[in-house]
């Protein structure tokens, strides 16, 4: 036996024995890089499947999951409640409540989809943020109309909408138990801006995919909301793989929602039957590539920790205190559905 077969007790890097049998050994890690932070239900990290695109792209990636038993904790949409139906909507808030997997549907109109020229700029202008009142009330109907179909995680990319809905939820526009995640494409990159996020109300925060191992050790040590974190970015995201570094992902960023994103895959927002085949075939590999992530985890003894099945809910989190001279309407202002449907 040599001493690059030895198998050491616990979590591993990535090739130690045999580096450090050639002299090349790793650096001790430092406690102080560790999170101190978890999952309410005492987890470290959870999975996410984004850009599932409509019952028949969930009806592919539960059929995946099961089939590469690749546990799911949420199911991401990025398209946007007002691509769907009612019926669609309903449909893939049953299918995941009958498997205990979290749904997230993204909110309302965005920037990049609006009639103004900044985001045709070099400078991409305002990005994906609401603009104007009636884009910030398009987010506001979709906010409602899903969670009144049975949605209680929601997706959004605006500050304003952020905290709109947090306040809504607060005040019982929105039922109680509504997550809010913020998107990746206004993630936050310093603590301080993340800290602003959760104080917003923001359940769950995505951030970008290039930030270093100790910027995640820098968020840890001023917030403890749990993170998104793509192992694998979408080109527009900038692409990255970052399979190997999913144990330290862990390690420093806990609580972190692992996402199975796919680099190379053609862009499907908004998405239509025109996109279907592409989407279907992504949705798969997204499954085979959270299976990869899995399987690595196990190799390097760092697989332990992953929240049980269902899990959603994010514990405490620090906010902002609510404005009482700036009250948010009633829910007949907002929607013509009684309140009495939110818990269906």
């Not at 809910?313 to 700036?326: H, V």
């Amino acid at each position: 036996m040599t001493e690059a077969s030895i198998k050491p007790s616990g979590p591993r890097r990535p090739g130690e024995a045999a580096l450090a049998s050639l002299g090349h050994p790793c650096p001790d890690r430092s406690p102080s890089d560790s999170s101190p932070h978890a999952f309410p239900d005492g987890g470290t990290w959870r999975t996410e499947i984004p850009s599932v695109e409509g019952p028949e792209a969930l009806a592919t990636v539960l059929k995946e999951a099961e089939a590469l038993d690749v546990p799911v904790h949420r199911i991401s949409q990025g398209s946007g409640v007002w691509m769907l139906t009612d019926a669609e909507i309903s449909e893939m808030a049953g299918a995941c409540a009958e498997r205990n997997v979290e749904l997230c549907l993204f909110t309302g109109p965005r920037g990049t989809w609006d009639t103004g020229a900044g985001t045709r700029t070099s400078s991409g202008g305002a990005g994906l943020r609401a603009r104007g009142h009636d884009a910030l009330a398009g987010c506001v109907e979709d906010a409602v109309r899903a969670t009144e179909l049975g949605v209680r995680c929601l997706l959004v990319a605006d500050e304003g909408v952020l905290h709109t809905l947090h306040r809504m939820r607060t005040r019982g526009v929105l039922p109680a138990d509504t997550t809010l995640k913020v998107s990746a494409l206004i993630g936050p990159v310093n603590p301080a801006s993340y800290a602003v996020f959760e104080r917003l109300g923001a359940d769950s925060i995505n951030v970008p995919s290039d930030l270093t191992l100790e910027h995640l050790t820098e968020i840890r040590r001023v917030s403890r909301a749990p993170m998104d974190f793509y192992l694998e970015a979408p080109d527009d995201l900038g692409g990255y793989v970052r399979m190997y570094d999913a144990a330290e992902l862990i390690r420093r960023g806990a609580p972190v929602y692992l996402k199975f994103g796919l680099s190379k895959a053609p862009a499907i927002y908004p998405y239509g039957a025109h996109l279907r085949d592409a989407t279907l075939d992504t949705a798969r590999e997204r499954v085979r590539r959270g299976r990869l992530a899995l399987d690595l985890l196990a190799r390097l003894g760092a697989g332990d920790g992953m929240s049980p099945a269902g899990s959603r809910l994010p514990g405490p989190l620090n906010r902002f205190p609510d404005e009482p001279g700036n009250p948010v309407p009633p829910v007949s202002a907002v929607s013509p559905v009684s309140a009495a449907s939110e818990g269906n």
